[in-house]
Nanobody
Framework: QVQLVESGGGLVQSGGSLRLSCTAS????????MHWYRQAPGKERELVAD???????EYADSVKGRFTISKDSAKNTWYLQMNSLQPEDTAVYYC???????????????WGQGTEVTVSS
């Protein structure tokens, strides 16, 4: 069974940085892309950044220039480097793999459990 586990969240002051990690476990043959979402209290979940298997990246306008998504394929781990954090970045951050090829076939929309980021002013 494939699982995604996020880590790296916490409390940081405005202007600070955090690096989130998302590690995939299980018998995985391939993951086509990874998305990072966030959900702030009382708001809908929004897509923050994504990276394809080939390394192409896209970002939400609200984080462009401040956040960087990357991956370490050897470790089956994806990262979200967040710089110049602002209170409006406070949210639970989730990673999601749209499609994972496993020994039991293709699994769609695998989500992690989320990691909380709080930015104080």
């Amino acid at each position: 069974q494939v699982q995604l586990v996020e880590s790296g969240g916490g409390l940081v002051q405005s202007g600070g940085s955090l690096r989130l990690s998302c590690t995939a476990s299980g018998i995985i043959y391939g993951i086509n892309a990874m998305h990072w979402y966030r959900q702030a209290p009382g708001k809908e979940r929004e897509l923050v950044a994504d990276i394809t298997r080939g390394g192409s990246t896209e970002y939400a306008d609200s984080v462009k220039g401040r956040f960087t998504i990357s991956k370490d394929s050897a470790k089956n781990t994806w990262y979200l480097q967040m710089n110049s954090l602002q209170p409006e970045d406070t949210a639970v951050y989730y990673c999601k793999a749209p499609m994972v090829a496993t020994n039991r076939g293709v699994v769609h929309n695998v989500w992690g459990q989320g990691t909380e980021v709080t930015v104080s002013s």
